[in-house]
């Protein structure tokens, strides 16, 4: 079964009345700060709202961490800009002060100088010669007191960040390269990739079934004698003064926390101290099977992404609870796949007899920290050693209101009102659009790869290159044709049938137009998910022609898709689902490859030229992240006893904040 990028959520209907919540707080280069909701946090019993604000506050603790991590000068680069950011007396209405101020907040971004995605450098804007002006109007004692002499440190950090060649990219790749020696993190010191290797070859033991992450908790360094060491991230070791924050904010969570996650959390706890990496596993085996919390939680040296031979695990915090309304509603479905698949719209033969729906959880974000923040994913999938998913398995999750707050975040960007040809279309997007995605893909994953059976004789492998596109044809028109039966209403899984017509809306233009923007002109659709949405879309657009059920207009040199008749359009989606089944059922190689080939491969060059340039224009960015909410606990007599939350708008004041109340390590590691 294919990997989808699946986008659960919880319980939209309910929230379609916080219109005017604000979820862009910054916007500067390829790069937008956006704030989530964590709608359910109130509901929490005070034992797991309080879980929430000391694991979140574990998760803070480790900032410093990931920014020495991620580059040998990049605590005392941030020092510096937030000290003249702080302190200079100066013009800061001056065009150079907004390019450095953007440049501070680029290296919040990233957690370094280093861009978060590409891993290359940023060059500021702003010239030498106006940092040094930046640096004399700013009064030393704005400047950290562990620089010592302010002018040497200035002196060390100036090429690091103007020399384009010095420590040019985070992570080299680059095939032929010594690539620990040209990469620019701070996992090694002193050493060669040769080395690396070599130190590795000699150490890790092929034969053991259960081996330990070598190296994920260490900075490898070559010491004057020309020794090779590891030093050791945990207590009494290296980033000692911000583990032991950690430690301590643990040890709290720890005394509200009950049976299995305790013992979880004292698992934890005792790796941060022993720095055992035998400790961590038989954590993780113990986290993986807390299934029952509703509180859970990532805090750790974790994914070695910006190790360019993966070994060194980037420090990251998470914090979250489980979305019971989503994940009822995946569960709501898995309980009905025999149902679906009975009244599945395919010849009775290819039906299956007994199916099994497969469920997966739904969870809220209540604090990102680390190398989750501010940017951050959607779903995870951990742990990551080998041994451990082999013998216990994985927990993979969804971040219900990250997703959600990127589809609300997209609802402003002028996309809808471009490409959308009537209000009404427009209105029921935004009503309903993310509802209809969430089911859409819940239907996808649970149910659709699921359904249907081959007939006898046939292996599944006969569709050979063709095949992922159309099994991901398959899945979806599995989706679109549920998603307007009168029976998800019954379900209470949507409140409308408007529900449905939003996602035909939306899927028929993204099908036929607007997916196209992601393909550079000239080329042709290749991906999978993309040739399938194109195959559907125009399958159905060129069968309902005559009928008239999905038109392109044309208006003011614009090309438009309005849908006519949505209960034709369902019925296409079901005819095609039927065919496309017996395609896969009956390994029919010929009909596949002629439904592909024909319907999902070729653009217009016009209408692509044209879905490019309305796209170019509305200037969406790149990449995306966000600011944390604050929790604040309640006192009462010395005790806690309520937690609240709160959400700011103010991305430079909660990255100021946190590097003075959350930053524990010094400037030099
Ligand atoms: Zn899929």
Same mark, same amino acid.
């Given at each position: ?13 309910? /929230? ?55 580059? $040998? ?22 065009? /150079? =002060? ?10 919040? &971004? ?21 940092? @040094? ?50 990469? +620019? ?15 590795? !070859? ?7 079934? $259960? ?12 010491? !004057? ?15 000692? !003064? ?33 720095? /055992?990496? /035998? ?12 299934? +029952?919390?509703?509180?859970? &939680?990532?805090?750790? =040296? ?7 031979? *993966? ?97 609300? !975040?997209? %609802?402003?960007? *002028? ?69 307007? @039966? ?15 017509? +939003? ?80 395609? $896969? ?23 692509? %030229? ?6 170019? %224009?509305?200037?969406?960015?790149? =990449? ?46």
């Amino acid at each position: 079964m294919a990997v989808c990028i699946a986008g659960f959520g919880s319980c939209r209907e309910d /929230r379609e009345v916080k219109d005017e919540f604000q979820w862009v707080v910054d916007r500067f280069d390829d790069i937008r700060v956006l704030k989530y909701q964590v709608p359910e946090f109130d509901s929490l019993s005070l034992n797991d709202k309080l879980l929430v604000y000391y694991l979140g506050q574990a998760a803070l603790c480790g900032r410093d961490i990931l920014f020495d991590q991620n580059g $040998k000068y990049n605590l005392r680069i941030r020092r510096t800009l937030e000290s003249i950011y702080q302190g200079y007396t100066g013009d800061r209405e001056d065009e /150079r =002060f907004k390019q450095f101020e953007k440049y501070l907040k680029k290296v919040w &971004f990233a957690n370094g100088i280093h861009h978060h995605y590409s891993t290359d450098k940023f060059r500021p804007e702003f010239q030498e010669a106006y940092f @040094d002006l930046l640096v004399r109007e700013t009064p030393r004692e704005f400047f950290p007191t562990d620089f010592g002499d302010v002018d040497q440190v200035i002196r060390t950090i100036k090429p690091i960040m103007f020399d384009p060649d010095t420590m040019a990219k985070r992570v080299n790749l680059a095939a032929g390269e010594d690539l620990i020696v040209t990469s +620019a993190n701070n996992y090694y010191e002193g050493v060669t990739q040769k080395e690396v290797e070599e130190y590795y !070859a000699a150490r890790i033991d092929t034969t053991d079934p $259960k081996p330990v992450s070598y190296g994920l908790n260490s900075k490898m360094v070559k010491d !004057a004698s020309g020794r090779i060491t590891e030093r050791v991230w945990r207590v009494g070791g290296m980033y000692s !003064a911000a583990i032991e924050k950690i430690v301590e904010w643990l040890e709290k969570a720890s005394e509200v926390a009950e049976g299995q996650q305790k013992k979880t959390i004292d698992e934890l706890i005792a790796y941060y101290k022993s720095g /055992r990496l /035998r400790d961590f596993d038989r954590y993780n085996v113990l986290w993986l099977e807390d299934t +029952a919390s509703r509180v859970d &939680f990532v805090n750790g =040296f974790i994914e070695s992404y910006g190790d360019a031979l *993966g070994y060194r695990g980037a420090w990251e915090g998470l914090v979250n609870f489980r979305d019971e309304a989503a994940t009822h509603r995946t569960e709501t479905i898995s309980n009905m796949a025999q149902w679906f698949e009975d009244h599945s719209p395919i010849d009775p033969q290819f039906r299956k007899k007994e199916v099994k729906g497969v469920s997966a959880k739904v969870i809220t974000a209540a604090m990102l920290g680390g190398d989750c923040y501010p940017a951050t994913p959607i779903g995870i999938n951990l742990p990551n050693s080998d041994w451990i998913r082999r013998d216990h398995g994985s927990k993979s999750v969804t971040i219900g209101n990250i997703t959600y707050a990127y589809e609300e !975040a997209a %609802k402003g960007s *002028g996309f809808a009102e471009e490409f959308m040809y009537e209000e009404e279309t427009i209105d029921r997007y935004k009503r309903y659009g993310s509802l209809a995605d969430n089911l859409h893909t819940d239907l996808h994953e649970c149910l659709g790869h699921g359904s249907g059976c081959l007939a006898e004789g046939v292996r599944g492998d006969e569709l050979k290159n063709y095949s992922s596109t159309l099994e991901e044809a398959r899945a979806d028109l599995f989706a679109l044709y549920y998603l307007a @039966d009168p029976k998800m209403v019954e379900l209470g899984l949507i409140p409308t049938l408007d529900v449905a017509k +939003a996602a035909y809306a939306q899927y028929m233009l993204n099908g036929l137009m607007t997916q196209l923007a992601r393909i550079e002109l000239g080329k042709n659709v290749e991906e999978a998910h993309m040739r399938n949405r194109k195959l559907i879309a125009e399958w159905c657009y060129e069968k309902g022609r005559e009928q008239n059920v999905v038109e392109k207009v044309r208006r003011n040199g614009k090309t438009y898709v309005v849908v006519h008749d949505y209960d034709k359009l369902r019925g296409l989606f079901g005819e095609l689902l039927r065919e496309i089944q017996r395609i $896969k059922s009956t390994g029919d190689f010929e009909a596949g490859r002629d439904l592909v080939e024909t319907y999902a491969v070729r653009i217009d060059p016009e209408l692509h %030229k044209e879905v490019r340039e309305r796209y170019a %224009k509305l200037d969406l960015p790149l =990449f995306s992240g966000f600011v944390n909410p604050i929790y604040r606990p309640v006192m009462e007599n010395g005790q806690i006893v309520d937690v609240t939350v709160e959400y700011t708008d103010d991305y430079v004041g909660q990255m100021l904040e946190y590097s003075k109340e959350y930053s524990y390590l010094p400037s030099v590691n």
